[in-house]
Nanobody, 127 residues
Framework: VQLQASGGGSVQAGGSLRLSCAAS????????TAWFRQAPGKEREFVGN??????????SYADSVKGRFTISRDNAKNTVYLQMNSLKFDDTAVYYC???????????????????WGQGTQVTVSS
C-alpha cells in the first residue's frame, strides 16, 4: 500500500483545512485508515480513524479533536479525508495517514496498529 498525504498549509486559529490521503495498491474501504500527528519534540499521536466498510465504516477521534475534526472516505477516489475546523495553535504538527493491514478488535489508536504510512503533511496554525 502506498499512501500520499496532501492538503497541509498555514492557517490562522479558527480556520479550516482539509487533508487528503490517497492510496494505491489497496482498497481503503477494506482496511482501517487513521490520521496521526506529530508536533516538534513530541511523540506521534492518534487523531482519528475510519474502519473498513465491512465493520460499518465507523469513525473514532481523540478527545482533543472531537467535535472539530471529521474523517471521511471517498471509495470512488480511494481517498480518506481529514476535515479540520476551528483549528487551534496546538493543532500545529505534521499529519500522517496510516493504514492497517489487519483489523483489530480494539480501538486501533496505537501507532503500531498501522503497517503503512504516508509521507506526512505540515499543518501550521498561527494564533
Amino acid at each position: 500500500v502506498q499512501l500520499q498525504a496532501s492538503g497541509g498549509g498555514s492557517v490562522q486559529a479558527g480556520g479550516s483545512l482539509r487533508l487528503s490521503c490517497a492510496a494505491s495498491g489497496r482498497t481503503l474501504s477494506r482496511i482501517t485508515t487513521a490520521w496521526f500527528r506529530q508536533a516538534p519534540g513530541k511523540e506521534r499521536e492518534f487523531v482519528g480513524n475510519i474502519r473498513r466498510s465491512g465493520y460499518g465504516g465507523t469513525t473514532s477521534y481523540a478527545d482533543s479533536v472531537k467535535g472539530r475534526f471529521t474523517i471521511s472516505r471517498d471509495n470512488a477516489k480511494n481517498t480518506v479525508y481529514l476535515q479540520m475546523n476551528s483549528l487551534k495553535f496546538d493543532d500545529t504538527a505534521v499529519y500522517y495517514c496510516g493504514a492497517a493491514e489487519r483489523h483489530l478488535a480494539g480501538p486501533m489508536i496505537r501507532r503500531d496498529d498501522y503497517n503503512y504510512w504516508g509521507q506526512g503533511t505540515q499543518v501550521t496554525v498561527s494564533s
